[in-house]
Nanobody
Framework: QVRLVESGGGLVQAGGSLRLSCAASGRTSSSYAMGWFRQAQGKEREFVAAIDWRGSNTYYAGSVKDRFTISRDHAKNTVYLQMNSLKPEDTAVYHC???????????????????WGQGTQVTVSS
């Protein structure tokens, strides 16, 4: 329904920063809530951050609050995740997600109406 393509992952030292981008394509993509989830090896996928379609409301997991910032550019149909003060425990595959019904409070995208990106690897060395 909406195609999501992430970029910006890579290897960074602890304390460093990265900015992830997720470009959405599709006629209705601008009205989708968008967010980020991550999954580390051997662990369950977890919520990271989300932003509503207007870009006025944001949500963060407690583990990234005050370190990560989610934002979006409607003109470019792109959502960003600025990650600062990165820690080794932030190492994971980060997936962009979109859902027309919202992703507030850590809600995962609908299996029928939501979309997932392919993921981008973020590795933080100690």
């Amino acid at each position: 329904q909406v195609r999501l393509v992430e970029s910006g992952g890579g290897l960074v030292q602890a304390g460093g920063s990265l900015r992830l981008s997720c470009a959405a394509s599709g006629r209705t993509s601008s009205s989708y809530a968008m967010g980020w989830f991550r999954q580390a090896q051997g662990k369950e996928r977890e919520f990271v951050a989300a932003i509503d379609w207007r870009g006025s409301n944001t949500y963060y997991a407690g583990s990234v609050k005050d370190r990560f910032t989610i934002s979006r550019d409607h003109a470019k149909n792109t959502v960003y995740l600025q990650m600062n003060s990165l820690k080794p425990e932030d190492t994971a595959v980060y997936h962009c997600a979109a859902d027309p019904d919202g992703l507030g409070y850590g809600r995962e995208p609908s299996e029928t109406r939501g979309s997932w990106g392919q993921g981008t690897q973020v590795t933080v060395s100690s």
